[in-house]
Nanobody, 127 residues
């Protein structure tokens, strides 16, 4: 089992920055894929970014160039740096993990492929 706990959400003005962190515990040695997903009110949960244990990253088009996902390499923590935030980025952000890394194409096609999920942290972008 793997436990994931997100932190770092909050209220930020448009154009501002925020960093989310996800602390993983439990059987983290088995993890090969981690990611961030978000769910806005009345919408489905969508991919934000994923990272493979070797460092390969994938980003949704809507955040490419503004968000950066990174990992500490020991699989203990994965962060999401969010810059130039927009009101459309408002959502609950979820950390996710799985022992299997599929492919960038798989994740970008809308497949979750993640077995473990955190409870989420709310990000609100508003003036």
């Amino acid at each position: 089992q793997v436990q994931l706990v997100e932190s770092g959400g909050g209220l930020v003005q448009p154009g501002g920055s925020l960093m989310l962190s996800c602390a993983a515990s439990g059987s983290i040695f088995s993890i090969n894929a981690m990611g961030w997903y978000r769910q806005a009110p009345w919408k489905e949960r969508d991919l934000v970014a994923t990272i493979r244990s070797g460092g390969t990253t994938n980003y949704a088009d809507s955040v490419k160039g503004r968000f950066t996902i990174s990992s500490d390499g020991a699989k203990n923590t994965v962060t999401l740096r969010m810059d130039n935030l927009k009101p459309g980025d408002t959502a609950v952000y979820y950390c996710a993990a799985d022992k299997t890394y599929y492919s960038g194409t798989y994740y970008l096609a809308g497949n979750y492929g993640m077995h473990y999920w955190g409870k989420g942290t709310l990000v609100t972008v508003s003036s």
